[in-house]
């Protein structure tokens, strides 16, 4: 049994004149792995993400999340699984303004049935990216690498089942990029799932397998032989 | 449940105070809309007991009698005026009648315009005639000199007692007793001068010239009297003394019908003048709270406005919370719990506001040397603070509800 099963996958736009923005994606991703779906802008693999991270619904085929049928859920339904299950990092961090880097962490427990200490676990997360002496700073006053990470722990924080990244290096330099790419390694070294959308080759040879994605389309699906090792001398202090 | 609903109060309380100004200005419409309603009730409540306990200060056992004709049970100052039914005889037909017991004073009043002359100096003032009784009546006290006895009431010399302002504008500082004074080109003797007592039932009684009212008449050119005042030895007795004064009356202006129907004469008592005014003042300050409370709406307006603009630019926001398990229902509670808030700590500041508003203007009046009670009521509070919770709740529910509904992608792929 896989973490996600995907089968003839479509997506369609518009109600006259249909636009597919996904044709028949199949697909599985175990638990463990580290994928990065490519692809050009256009290519549907925005599109795909959105699906699998419960956000929107497919127009037609199966998708399997844990063993259950997501089309059969209801709108609560998918809020409590990505609550409980999935864990978003963004290009453009969406971090709450004008709040503090425990409080954006502690967010997702504040939707959600066990949050107890959540306190205790926002911190535990914001350690385990290196953010642990920016606990009370404002997401105004840390930089953009920082803020990535923040991000990268509020995924973390309820112990989500599959991490997906939409292009989480997209509006960093080169260096940060790297940090960022690095922490993703080493969470899916500790065996979490990761699934990384990614337009940039450097990023996506970080992963161990690459989708790749055209028109709609899949277009190769391989598992990676050399991973490549994203690696800076100061990422964690 | 609970827990959920505290959770929505903790980000609502949160995310308000991440944005102060904001919050602040959407409060203004609501303080000043509950400050406004706090303040005009309470003026409102000071302003009629004010002038109920003026009323009342005179004892409700008086009944006055005007001239002119009413329907059964309304009563209407206005419909006496021009009209000269009401005569001193009729006073007199009162006064010491054996068929009425329980009457202690009776007194009648023709009113005109007095120019008051004495040496160089000119003023004008409401001139009195009355009866030597009206002292009985009415009450007040002499500074100095003596107020006209019914002898010297039935002689038709020309004699007066002064009001404590005319003394002052004529004499100033020099002595009044005895003085020869010009009241409509007629010489007068000054015998006597009031003790200033203010305005008494909307009257200024030191601005008046009290003569003889016999006296008056002639000055004046009538044949009539505006006014017939009866003291009742005890107030029990003012429906069934009113009620032979109406029989007495239709004798003395031999009208046939026993109903009413044709009398042309009005009888009123203190006690349902009270009930009158305060049935009056009542709808005035329910008029002027409900026109206070438009302020309310024009508050609440105002926070839907600035909601559905807040909704806009937290897009983002919201997609977030959505993308990390907020359901509809989270988002929801959040901006109504947000709108309610801002209502109701509005609504609070605007209590206090209006509170402190209101005890400045009481001791304002103090001051003025009004009896002025800082009334304010518990109810006007509950009052206030449920309509502003109330206007939070409908103003911010549109807007709530659209929060809610936002796609998630769409939000957090808006820029």
Redesign the interface.
């Known amino acids: 049994m896989s973490l996600i099963e995907v089968k003839n996958l479509k997506r369609t736009f518009g109600e006259e004149v249909k636009t597919y923005a996904l044709k028949n994606a199949t697909f599985n991703i175990d638990e463990g792995e580290f994928v990065a779906i490519m692809g050009p802008s256009g290519s549907g693999k925005s599109t795909l993400m959105h699906i699998l991270g419960l956000l929107d619904r497919a127009s037609g085929g199966d998708f399997k999340f844990n063993n259950k049928k997501v089309s059969n859920l209801d709108d609560n339904e998918l809020a409590t699984l990505r609550n409980e299950q999935i864990g978003f990092v963004f290009q453009s961090f969406n971090l709450l303004q004008r709040t503090t880097v425990l409080d954006n962490v502690t967010l997702p427990l504040t939707y959600s049935k066990n949050n107890f200490h959540a306190k205790q676990r926002a911190e535990e997360v914001l350690k385990k990216v290196g953010l642990g002496h920016r606990l009370h700073h404002y997401t105004n006053q840390i930089s953009g690498g920082e803020k990535q990470r923040v991000a990268i722990a509020r995924a973390l924080v309820n112990n989500a089942s599959v991490i997906l990244a939409d292009e989480p290096t997209g509006n960093l330099d080169s260096k940060s990029g790297a940090q960022i790419m690095e922490i993703l390694q080493k969470l899916n070294d500790d065996g979490n799932t990761i699934i990384l959308v990614t337009h940039e080759t450097y990023t996506a040879e970080c992963a161990k397998r690459i989708i790749k994605m055209k028109d709609g389309e899949i277009i190769s699906d391989k598992k990676l032989s050399n991973q490549r090792r994203a690696h800076n001398n100061d990422t964690i202090k | 449940m609970i827990k959920a609903f505290m959770?929505s109060f903790?980000?609502a309380v949160?995310s308000l105070l991440?944005?102060k100004i904001q919050s602040l200005l959407t409060m203004l419409g609501i303080i000043i809309g509950v400050a406004s309603v706090i303040l005009i009730i309470s003026i409102g409540a000071g302003a009629q007991s004010l002038i109920l306990s003026e009323i009342k200060s005179l004892g409700t056992n008086l009944i006055a009698i005007l001239p002119g004709h009413s329907e059964e049970g309304s009563f209407s100052p206005t419909n006496s005026f021009g009209v000269t039914t009401l005569k001193y005889e009729d006073a007199l037909a009162l006064t010491d009648n054996r068929d009425i017991p329980n009457i202690e004073a009776v007194t009648a009043y023709s009113k005109g315009f007095g120019v008051v002359e004495w040496k160089s100096e000119t003023y004008n003032t409401t001139l009195t005639g009355t009866t030597a009784s009206h002292l009985d009546v009415m009450g007040g006290d002499l500074e100095e000199g003596h107020f006209f006895n019914s002898e010297e009431e039935k002689r038709f010399i020309r004699i007066a007692v002064l009001g404590s302002a005319v003394r002052k504008e004529l004499f100033g500082y020099s002595d009044a007793i005895g003085q020869k004074i010009k009241i409509n080109d007629y010489v007068f003797e000054v015998i006597g001068v009031m003790k200033e007592r203010g305005n008494v039932i909307l009257e200024d009684y030191d601005d008046q010239i009290f003569i003889p009212l016999r006296t008056a008449q002639r000055i004046l050119g009538v044949n009539y009297v505006g006014l017939i005042r009866v003291k009742v030895t005890s107030e029990e007795d003012i429906y069934q003394v009113e009620e032979n004064i109406k029989t007495i009356l239709r004798e003395q202006h031999d009208i046939k019908n026993r109903k009413g129907e044709n009398d042309d004469f009005m009888v009123q008592n203190i006690a349902k003048a009270l009930d009158m005014i305060t049935e009056i003042t009542n709808s005035l300050r329910y008029f002027l709270a409900i026109m206070a409370g438009l302020s309310l709406v024009v508050g609440g307006i105002g926070i839907m406005n600035i909601m559905l603009i807040s909704v806009t630019e937290r897009t983002?926001?919201i997609?977030?919370?959505?993308?990390?398990?907020?359901?509809?229902?989270?988002v929801l509670g959040q901006f109504l719990m947000e709108a309610i808030f801002v209502t109701v700590i509005g609504g609070v500041t605007g209590i206090i506001l209006g509170i402190i508003l209101s005890i400045l203007i009481a001791t304002g009046a103090h001051l003025l040397g009004y009896d002025w009670d800082f009334i304010i009521s518990l109810n006007s509070i509950f009052l206030a603070l449920g309509v502003s919770a109330g206007v939070g709740l409908f103003f911010g529910f549109y807007p709530a509800v659209k929060a809610s509904k936002l796609d998630?992608?769409t939000a957090?792929r808006y820029e």
């Open positions: 959770e903790k980000i949160t991440s944005n983002r926001e997609g977030l919370r959505k993308a990390v398990g907020a359901k509809s229902l989270h998630p992608i957090l």
